[in-house]
């Protein structure tokens, strides 16, 4: 078995039946990682004790005992999700020296499972961003290019991935983080329906929009770490009871009768020529599978983004609250602290520990939830958001799934829009609008650009239609342009 | 009450703690005796990545409360955040009931000073405390023991006009906290505090003035001190021509008035919204009349009921309601001895002085209900008399024995036997035949309390004074 392309249930496969033991693999990958990672900064941290965990693993093997759906295989975090005795920073200076006492739900799930830790990714500082460039542990390059990113915010999970540092990995996505980047990086990232993914232990960023979801090479290993990682948890209120469906096992390429719904409001035009391109191969090569295309009509799509941000910059302003250097985290240095008014001391401790485009978010936040404000706009986006909501539920009456770019280009150039946040903004106009539907999306690589660089295809289904969703992607996977492509890193 | 031609205008909020086994938004314990942080997980600490999930006790707690304060339970109530910073508030924001609380236009009624006092309840909300903060020279040290335990804030209308109706009303709410015994009513501990905010307007004037918040008042008695100076001081502050600023002020006990703690005009904004972490919560019918049917009969109906029903005197029927477990051990005499007044005297006076001193709750009495009873019944039906009874509660106090064993060991049984009354008797005449004489002649008045002293000493108490009265007067005719 060529481990370095390995699916994860070729070698949970392999290991358990100890055709390869989970420490050697753990072992073949903390050396990619050790080797190649240098050129893209997508790790921040290693976890010291992948190794020892991998030799646990192969222990429990030799006992007999049933060791889950990941028996040895590597996983590389987000650094939004917490990690016991692993440092967890949100990519922000402010949580530069936490280490979290305890597992996200997801983490737990994970290890539960029998994956290896093998460390904590890059990401924008506190997910605020879609290139990777505001990561207090600086930016990530996108192993197609070095030149340029990888996306964001989820851009060290997709950058990991793309070239097979490991082999899976998680993101989270609030209005297109796990998605954007797997498009820009060529692989699969899926952000599941709201309320599938325990939120417990994810450093929250946006509460009513964040979903953790796996970013990993193959639709196949997409469905299987999510059935993973979903399902109730107690400790998250907006965690879903519904049963976790075996979409693993149900994976089908089969696509016929299906329809498949194309938002009109999107065919406004503003495409680069190689997404376009790639956007209308998909939809001729769903068809020629025998699926029918639909138009349906989303008309609030247009308002997402303002909508998106409004929404999520409020949560993030009462999110990041906490952080103010009295019980954990980064804490400004005073001469002495006997004379300091508290205010000052959160100001120098806030006002140093966050980036930029943190601020730029937490002001626009506390702004929109200002008295006097509030229903102008963060009431007032809410109600669109209903709108919204309710639009996509009236078109998922006309079809199965909504297929749409993921992205108006391909990966741009790292420094080119940093200093325009407005431009970047704009980035996730096809990603927002399922986060505020609380929508399951995902982006699957379909195509390369005449320059290289890879492009996925967005596939949004129902609420707790995943299963639909990802035998699409599967379809879509089957036929895609770019088989075999590998990054220039490799 | 006057007040120099002004009427002040007074509404309280009182922050009652729920008695939860557990936090309100995680299963953190709320024992007060815990040592400093001991009750402090990931989710009381505002860990990264925490989150809330609400406490089914604590919205039953808060149901209950509202029903007995005539509430209407939202079917639909909505947890949102208050934004602001503070070193023991580790969030960054309070999680409170803001536009949609559990409970609503409620009203109670109680007495002050004899008369009906009716005051409304504008809303009751569910919200978490925050952690106390000790300040120790140049540190401040923070105890998140606090932080999670829920709280029912309880806010009336601006319908109070004394000081002692708000102070009143404060006891009447603990009263029923306890008889819900959904709060343990501890003032001292802060299971319950006060802050309350008073405006002073000219007599008939229907504008309301500026209102001053007095935060935290930990005593009933404090809360009726502290208004009345603020009433005064208000009044002084308009008469002097000057102008109430609107601001929270601190109660100073030692020194007995309010002070200034800081100005309402650099006022937070707090920045509320609905917690995204929480879903909005619901409350069904069915919820709501099971939880109906568990509430107690409160202590102003039962108050009613036992002048009603037991023919007890308002005042008694109010000492009796004032703790159920008080209640619930006078209904229990009354059941067994089947005398309701005797019951009352008995409880009030002999049992409260003995518990008192010995600084017992009703609930550890050594004498118990069915005991009191059954010695209330003893006398009723003439087999010890009352001054023999009061021997034989000292016993039971002080033994925890029952009555018939006590009077049986020691022989105290009333004599009601005629014949050998009147043996004893005619032994005190022959020995007092001087004052026998004196008697009859006229000579000395108010003698007869001497020969019935003379004859219960002789029978070591146990004569039945009636018989002993019915013989003695035929004899000194």
């Known amino acids: 078995m060529e481990l370095t392309f390995a699916s994860i249930s070729d070698i949970s496969e392999a290991v358990k039946t100890k055709k390869i033991s989970a420490k050697e693999v753990a072992d073949h990958f903390q050396k990619r990682i050790g080797s190649l990672d240098k050129q893209l900064n997508s790790f921040t941290s290693i976890n010291p004790d992948s190794l020892k965990q991998a030799e646990a693993l192969d222990d429990r093997i030799a006992k007999g005992e049933d060791v889950g759906l990941l028996a040895g295989v590597p996983f590389g975090i987000k650094e939004m999700l917490c990690t016991k005795n692993l440092t967890t920073t949100a990519g922000s200076k402010i949580l530069s020296n936490f280490v979290p006492p305890y597992d996200a739900t997801v983490v737990a799930r994970l290890k539960k499972n029998g994956a290896t830790i093998m460390g904590k990714l890059n990401q924008d500082e506190f997910a605020m961003g879609s290139s990777n460039e505001t990561s207090y542990h600086g930016s990530v390059k996108n192993p197609w290019d070095t030149s340029r990113v990888p996306g964001g915010s989820s851009g060290g999970s997709a950058a990991a991935q793309a070239a097979r540092l490991v082999v899976g990995t998680i993101g989270t996505d609030t209005g297109g983080s796990i998605r954007q980047p797997a498009s820009f990086c060529g692989i699969v990232g899926v952000k599941p329906t709201y309320g599938r993914v325990s939120r417990y232990g994810i450093i929250a960023f946006a509460s009513s929009l964040d979903q953790a979801g796996p970013m990993v090479s193959t639709v196949k290993d997409a469905a299987l770490t999510l059935e993973v990682i979903s399902g109730h948890d107690p400790m998250d209120s907006t965690s879903s009871q519904k049963t976790v469906p075996q979409w693993s096992k149900n994976l089908s390429q089969d696509v016929k009768g299906f329809k498949v719904g194309v938002i009109k409001e999107y065919l406004k035009g503003g495409l680069d020529a190689d997404t376009e391109k790639t956007f209308n191969d998909s939809l001729e090569a769903l068809k020629t599978l025998g699926a029918e295309i639909v138009e349906v009509s989303v008309s609030m799509t247009e308002f997402a983004v303002p909508i998106y941000y409004l929404i999520a910059t409020s949560e993030a302003s009462s999110n990041l609250a906490r952080y103010d250097g009295i019980r954990y985290g980064y804490r400004a240095e005073f001469a002495s602290l006997s004379g300091v008014e508290l205010e000052d001391f959160y100001g120098k401790t806030r006002g140093e520990g966050f980036g930029s485009e943190v601020k730029r978010r937490i002001m626009l936040g506390t702004y929109c939830l200002s008295s006097g404000y509030y229903d102008a706009y963060y009431n007032k986006a809410g109600q669109v958001r209903r709108l919204l909501t309710e639009q996509y539920l009236a078109a998922f009456k006309k079809c199965d799934v909504i297929l749409s770019p993921v992205t108006t280009a391909p990966a741009f150039k790292i420094g080119e829009l940093i200093s325009d946040p407005l431009a970047m903004y704009m980035n996730d106009i096809f990603t927002t609008s399922t986060n505020l539907a609380g929508l399951p ?50 | 009450m006057s007040y120099r031609g002004y009427e002040p205008v007074i509404g309280i909020e009182i922050h009652v703690q729920l008695r939860t086994n557990s936090k309100i938004f995680c299963a953190d314990a709320t024992t007060f005796e815990a040592a400093d942080n001991e009750n402090v997980s990931p989710v009381s600490a505002g860990m990264p990545g925490t989150l809330p999930v609400v406490n089914k006790k604590a919205i039953e707690f808060g149901i209950k409360t509202g029903l007995a304060l005539g509430c209407n339970i939202r079917r639909k109530s909505v947890f949102a955040r208050k934004n602001y910073f503070y070193p023991d508030m580790p969030k960054g924001y309070q999680i409170s009931q803001f536009e949609k609380p559990l409970c609503e236009n409620g009203q109670i009624t109680f007495k002050v000073n004899g008369v009906d006092k009716t005051v409304t309840i504008s809303r009751a909300h569910l919200e978490e405390d925050a952690g106390k903060s000790n300040h120790s020279g140049s540190y401040t040290l923070i105890n998140l023991n606090r932080a999670g335990i829920p709280l029912l804030e309880v806010v009336t209308g601006p319908d109070l006009r004394s000081p002692s109706e708000a102070a009143e009303y404060g006891r009447t709410i603990r009263q029923i906290v306890r008889y819900l015994d959904v709060c343990d009513g501890n003032l001292e501990e802060g299971s319950m505090r006060c802050d309350c905010n008073v405006s002073v307007r000219k007599e008939g004037s229907k504008e309301l003035g500026t209102k001053v918040e007095i935060k935290n008042v930990n005593s009933f008695r404090f809360v009726e001190k502290a208004i009345e100076y603020e009433i005064e001081r208000q009044i002084d502050e308009i008469e002097r021509g000057g102008k109430i600023l609107q601001e929270t002020r601190l109660w100073d006990p030692d020194k007995n008035r309010t002070f200034a703690m800081r100005s309402k005009e650099d006022a937070q904004d707090y920045r509320y919204f609905p917690d995204p972490d929480l879903l909005p919560l619901i409350v069904t019918d069915e919820w709501i009349e099971k939880l109906r049917k568990e509430l107690p009969e409160l202590p102003i109906a039962r108050a009613q009921r036992f002048q009603q029903e037991h023919g007890l005197p308002e005042y008694d029927s109010q000492v009796l309601t004032t703790e159920k477990s008080i209640a619930d051990y006078y209904e229990e005499t009354a059941r067994v001895s089947k005398n309701y007044k005797a019951s009352s005297n008995w409880i009030m006076s002999e049992l409260m002085r003995e518990l008192n001193t010995a600084n017992v709750q009703i609930e550890n009495s050594p004498i118990t209900p069915t005991q009191l009873g059954k ?5 009723d039906s003439g087999t010890i008399s009352g001054k023999i009874a009061k021997a034989v509660f000292q016993e039971m106090w002080n033994s925890g024995k029952d009555p018939e064993d006590i009077v049986k060991e020691k022989g105290l049984v009333q004599i009601t036997d005629t014949a050998a009354i009147e043996k004893i008797i005619d032994e005190v005449l022959t ?22 002293g003379a004859v219960m000493k002789a029978s070591k108490g146990q004569a039945s004074p009636d018989i002993v009265n019915k013989i003695l007067q035929e004899k000194l005719k």
Request: hydrophobic share 45%; net charge positive.
């Open chain 1, 441 to 490: 999306g995902m982006s699957v690589p379909y195509s390369l650009s005449k320059s290289g660089l890879p492009i996925g295809i967005q596939v949004t289904a129902n609420h707790f239609d995943e299963q639909r969703m990802l035998n699409v992607a599967a379809a879509l996977e089957a036929s895609s342009l770019m088989k075999g492509q590998k990054p220039h890193v490799i």
């Open chain 2, 375 to 379: 010695m209330i019944g003893m006398i």
């Open chain 2, 431 to 452: 020995a007092n035949a001087q004052a026998v004489d004196d008697h009859k002649s006229g000579k000395k008045k108010n003698l007869f309390g001497f020969f019935v």
